[in-house]
């Protein structure tokens, strides 16, 4: 559709307009007629532009403005941490033991709300497995 309303636009700007004789002005292609496929091409590039992209710009805000204490985070530099302290534009991540660092909020690329959750389910298949060999020597003495 984009390229059917360039192409239609372009067939309208090569076209000649004939000289005015005595009838007067010559029924040319009016303005309105050239501004519809220019219209149509900006509300489509709006919509699949424009609007997911403030979208987006909204979600990150959120996110940002939701930052909390031991949320783990990733920066836009691709370090790792866990959240130690939230100011007003500054985040202090511990990316190991002893080892804080500060970075500004807008670093903040992604909150790895996943990483708490694989940590538990993590933690739960450790029990699991040391309760497995246990049940194997249980039934290997029977």
């Known amino acids: ?5 360039l192409s239609s636009f372009a067939l309208l700007l090569r076209q000649e307009v004939p ?5 007067g002005p010559a ?3 009016g303005l309105s007629n050239m501004l519809v496929p220019v219209v149509l091409i900006f509300g489509i590039f709006y919509l699949l532009v424009i609007l997911p992209e403030r979208r987006k710009q909204k979600e990150r805000q ?5 930052l909390k204490k031991g949320d783990r985070v990733i920066t836009t530099g691709g370090m790792h941490g866990k959240v130690a302290q939230v100011q007003e534009n500054v985040v202090t991540l511990q990316v190991a033991d002893g080892v804080r660092l500060r970075f500004n909020r807008s670093a903040v690329l992604e909150v790895n709300a996943d990483e708490k959750v ?3 389910v993590s933690e739960k298949a450790g029990e699991q497995e040391a309760a ?3 049940a194997e020597e249980a039934s290997s003495a029977s």
């Open 62 to 66: 959120a996110v940002l403005g939701r």
């Open 118 to 120: 694989s940590e538990k």
């Open 1 to 5: 559709m984009l390229l059917a309303s």
């Open 27 to 29: 029924a040319g292609p």
């Open 132 to 134: 497995a060999p246990a």
């Open 19 to 23: 000289a005015q004789g005595a009838e």
